[in-house]
């Protein structure tokens, strides 16, 4: 799993896809998955890393990295 590389990204969590002209703007969890989707980390990576980050259930978060990479993969912003 990998974000395009036109998809241009900021640590604010800025996203811009120049092939549609879209932009949209994530918190600062998102903007981490995102950092780590360009470093080309698997999910299990992301997970871990997410998990070791903030005090969240890992339950809960798998359910909301999940509920994430469907946006972005509704959004056609990572590759296939």
Known sequence: MKLK????????????NPGSGDSFSVNNTGA??????????SQQD???LLSAKYDV????LEKDMDDFISQLTDYNLLEN
């Open 46 to 48: 992301i997970l871990n």
């Open 5 to 16: 590389k036109n998809i241009a990204t900021s640590e604010a969590g800025l996203i811009f």
């Open 32 to 41: 981490d998955i995102l950092v780590m989707l360009k470093d080309n980390k």
């Open 57 to 60: 259930d890992n339950t809960q």
